[in-house]
Antibody, heavy 122, light 110 residues
Framework: QLQLQESGPGLVKPSEALSLTCTVS??????????WGWIRQPPGKGLEWIGG???????YYNPSLKSRVTISVDTSKIQFSLRLSSVTAADTAVYYC??????????????WGRGTLVTVSS | EIVLTQSPGTLSLSPGERATLSCWAS???????LIWYQQKPGQAPRLLIY???SRAAGVPDRFSGSGSGTDFTLTISRLEPEDFAVYYC???????????FGPGTKVEIK
């Protein structure tokens, strides 16, 4: 059974960078059927797609966040990572890592991590 | 850019009742890229419906999706206690890949 697990600091200071890692177990990153993404949810609010990455390293970002986002992948560690620069309080959210399916259940986030709350505060 | 609107914002119903949730797109979208999720408090969203009307694995048949163009519907035929949650619709843009979510509908116990 595929499992995803987010890790990283729960508290980040304003203007600094937020960095999270997603470790995948029970499967491989190396399939063109999927890409691997990040979705966030501010407390009490809705879902926002941040971006995604193929195992080849090709990335796609939400245009509204593109200037601040970098997603990378390490296939040897079966991990992918998120870096969001110049954070503000508006970036406080639960961050989920997900598998994004582009073939069988097209356009779905069919596996999710449990999510990790990142608070931006001094 | 496509915007998804969901209605109502909150739906207050009793167990056993039928729930009808709507999702509207600001422009016509391919139905095979319209998706629904269920989210319970403190949990990650769960995939319910893909391709507007296909149930994901393990989803009870009381959940059904329908619609095309700009109007889509998620129906829960008879609400069970575990169905009280927030439901999000999502559109997938394939080129380039893009995921857009609606604001959600909360189904609460009346």
């Amino acid at each position: 059974q595929l499992q995803l697990q987010e890790s990283g600091p729960g508290l980040v200071k304003p203007s600094e960078a937020l960095s999270l890692t997603c470790t995948v177990s029970g499967g491989s990153l190396m399939s063109s059927n999927y890409y691997w993404g990040w979705i966030r949810q501010p407390p009490g609010k809705g879902l926002e797609w941040i971006g995604g990455i193929y195992y080849t390293g090709i990335t796609y970002y939400n245009p509204s966040l593109k200037s601040r986002v970098t997603i990378s992948v390490d296939t040897s560690k079966i991990q992918f990572s998120l870096r969001l620069s110049s954070v503000t309080a508006a970036d406080t959210a639960v961050y989920y890592c997900t598998r994004l399916n582009r073939v069988t259940f097209v356009g779905t986030a069919d596996y999710w991590g449990r999510g990790t709350l990142v608070t931006v505060s001094s | 850019e496509i915007v998804l609107t969901q209605s109502p914002g909150t739906l207050s119903l009793s167990p056993g009742e039928r729930a009808t949730l709507s999702c509207w797109a600001s422009q016509s979208v391919p139905s095979n890229y319209l998706i629904w999720y269920q989210q319970k408090p403190g949990q990650a969203p769960r995939l319910l419906i893909y391709g507007a009307s296909s149930r994901a694995a393990g989803v009870p048949d009381r959940f059904s999706g329908s619609g095309s163009g700009t109007d889509f519907t998620l129906t829960i035929s008879r609400l069970e206690p575990e169905d009280f949650a927030v439901y999000y619709c999502q559109w997938y843009g394939s080129s380039p890949p893009m995921f857009i979510f609606g604001p959600g509908t909360k189904v609460e116990i009346k």
